[in-house]
Nanobody
């Protein structure tokens, strides 16, 4: 499974960004796709995940600000990030999981004025 992320960059506090991730090399359904992030000096942490059936799981720190969505036909997952805060600054990693977890290469998100 190969994962390619896009959409990171620089945003001001209160701004928005949208991340995209495309999975290739698999036709397995019933998987979980989502996003984790890792800030400098910190462990990788959950941001949001979504199953093919639409069940979602969000970190408390992003609830009400971030929205995860999927296009199962295209094997893609998206993360709409609104009301960004400086503490959202991190490298964001796409996850595809079905028994085994696969990770994207990561995309940098920086929130700064």
């Amino acid at each position: 499974v190969q994962l390619v992320e896009s959409g990171g960059g620089l945003a001001q506090p209160g701004g928005s960004l949208r991340l995209s991730c495309a999975a290739s090399g698999t036709s397995v359904t019933g998987n979980v796709m989502g996003w984790y992030r890792q800030a400098p000096g910190k462990q990788r942490e959950l941001v949001a995940t979504m199953t093919t059936s639409g069940f979602t799981n969000y970190a408390d720190s992003v609830k009400g600000r971030f929205t995860i969505s999927r296009d199962n036909a295209k094997n893609m997952v998206f993360l709409q990030m609104n009301n960004l805060k400086p503490e959202d600054t991190a490298v964001y990693y796409c996850l595809w999981s079905f028994a085994t977890a696969y990770w994207g290469q990561g995309t940098q998100v920086t929130v700064s004025s």
